[in-house]
């Protein structure tokens, strides 16, 4: 089992920045791959930016250049900094892990999801 809790959101001017944290517990972090999703009013849930076991990274075309995802396998944690956010950021943003290191970025490839947290642009 893993368990994720996440931290960071708020409220944010656009332009400004915001860095995402998400503690795990459980075993096998530095195996499994990670994700941050997002999921704004009426959209689906989409993967923002993805890690895997060995450092390789995804991030969807409308964030690239502006957000950094990364980890710390020695506390179990993993990050996604966020800047130069824009409105169309605004969104419950989700972390996740999966039960294999790939690279992954499907939300149905990943069985372990924190309680979410809100990031809100406003413009």
């Known amino acids: 089992q893993v368990q994720l809790v996440e931290s960071g959101g708020g409220l944010v001017q656009a332009g400004g920045s915001l860095r995402l944290s998400c503690g795990a517990s459980g075993r096998a972090f530095s195996n499994r791959a990670m994700a941050w999703f997002r999921q704004g009013p009426g959209k689906e849930r989409e993967c923002v930016a993805a890690i895997g076991w060995t450092a390789t990274t995804y991030y969807v075309d409308s964030v690239k250049g502006r957000f950094t995802i990364s980890r710390d396998n020695a506390k179990n944690t993993v990050t996604l900094q966020m800047t130069s956010l824009k409105p169309e950021d605004t969104a419950v943003y989700y972390c996740?892990?999966?039960?294999?290191?790939?690279?992954?970025?499907?939300?149905?490839?990943?069985?372990?999801w924190g309680q979410g947290t809100q990031v809100t642009v406003s413009s």
């Open positions: 996740a892990a999966s039960s294999t290191g790939r690279l992954r970025v499907r939300p149905e490839e990943y069985g372990y």
